[in-house]
């Protein structure tokens, strides 16, 4: 129902738009009554599309798309511990593995390697939405992988593609990013595990600091520390450098298309710091998220910036991608700067819009954080058509 609201109002511009957005950040405790209304809304509905609500603007359509559960959707701090630190979220993690595995047997979107000169980067579709990476030196045959969730799915790519695996990047210890680490690890006596020591990752052998290089014939791939999603979450860049292309970001949850990840573990000041260190990289570097969510995310930035003509041009790509179960990877840092408001939060229009506290904007961290933190509100709040 937010989201209805919020884009019927945001035709009007300026302090209307502040107003409607404060509106719905004050409503974000009102649970009960926002699930109230939704359940007036559906019971107005024709039985066809009873799930439907009205019409919403043109910046809001979306390709109707059933999704598999997400453990970390509404995730409240008691659940968030037992899936962390308990035998229970490796648990709920298999189960949701077996699901997607019946329910996907060739993925959830069809995906395109993309080759260089003699490296190769493959998304290989996981679970529910997940991207894992495969990252390979064709010349000495050589492969990493980043985020192997399903081990399954990996040795089958790693088969196909004739290649020894040898190190696994792990960019944080959710099972949905981690889940695979034992199979391969085992599988592949040589193969060394990569992570944060912060993060608990399993089967860690080689713990990693904020830039530290890892090698790999010739794959040069940096280390960069990014807290917020989790304490000792880590992206790792690609150098461009060595085979003359464009620079790789391997996101994992920090950034998304035209989305960031929710601040499990830290504060807004963290997650901007981090992102903040992602902004610093160049705009041609190719990003490769960690979930398949760029209809839902260009959707909402539709929400907070509806005349952005970037994201609006974006989005019908998509639609055309998704129509086709296409994966929407990769896209580039500086399309993302064009359009992904958790990356414009020293603009103007959205500091008009989200009305932040009196006081200094432009590059305060503090009132940016602030900005932050009510963006990833909102997006908490946003639902899809």
């Known amino acids: 129902m937010a989201a209805v609201v919020a884009a019927t109002a945001l035709k009007g511009r300026g302090a209307r738009n502040a107003r409607v957005l404060r509106g719905i950040l004050s409503g974000a405790t009102a649970n009960k009554a926002s699930q ?21 603007s043109p910046e809001l359509e979306y390709i109707p798309r059933k999704r598999g559960k997400n453990p970390m959707k509404a995730v409240g701090l008691a659940w968030y511990s037992l899936y962390t630190r308990t035998r229970l979220g490796y648990l709920f993690y298999r189960q949701q593995l077996r699901r997607a595995r019946n329910r996907y047997p060739k993925g959830h979107s069809r995906t395109q390697p993309r080759l260089f000169n003699g490296v190769k980067v493959l998304p290989i579709p996981v679970l529910s939405d997940n991207y894992s990476y495969l990252i390979i030196d064709t010349q000495a045959r050589l492969a990493v992988a980043v985020d192997p969730s399903d081990p399954q799915a990996v040795q089958a790519s790693i088969e196909k593609e004739g290649v020894n695996l040898v190190a696994i990047l792990c960019t944080h210890k959710h099972w949905d990013h981690s889940g695979g680490n034992r199979d391969l690890s085992r599988r592949h006596q040589d193969c060394r595990v990569y992570g944060s020591p912060q993060d608990s990752i399993p089967y860690l052998t080689h713990p990693l600091c904020h830039q530290d290089v890892v090698s790999v014939g010739r794959l040069q791939i940096r280390a960069l520390a990014t807290p917020g999603h989790t304490q000792g979450h880590l992206v790792y860049l690609l150098d461009g ?19 960031c990840g929710r601040t499990f573990e830290g504060t807004a000041e963290t997650m901007l710091s981090s992102l903040d ?8 570097t190719l990003l490769w998220p960690g979930h398949e969510y760029a209809e839902e995310n260009l959707g909402f930035a539709g929400v907070v910036e509806p005349e952005n003509l970037a994201r609006e041009r974006k989005m019908q790509w998509v639609q055309r991608q998704r129509m086709e179960r296409k994966s929407t990877c990769p896209s580039t840092l500086g399309e993302e700067r064009s359009y992904n408001p958790f990356l414009r939060t020293h603009c103007l229009v959205l500091q008009e819009a989200l009305g932040p506290s009196p006081g200094p904007t432009g590059d305060d961290g503090c009132s940016r954080a602030q900005l932050l933190e009510r963006l990833r509100q909102l997006k908490d709040l946003h639902k899809s058509k």
């Open 36 to 56: 109230n209304r939704s359940r007036a809304l559906q019971s107005h509905s024709s039985p066809e599309c009873k799930e439907e609500p009205e019409p919403l």
């Open 277 to 284: 260190t992602v902004l610093g990289l160049g705009d041609d």
């Open 241 to 259: 450098e060595p085979y003359e292309g464009p620079s790789c970001l391997f996101s994992g949850d920090l950034l998304f298309l035209s989305g």
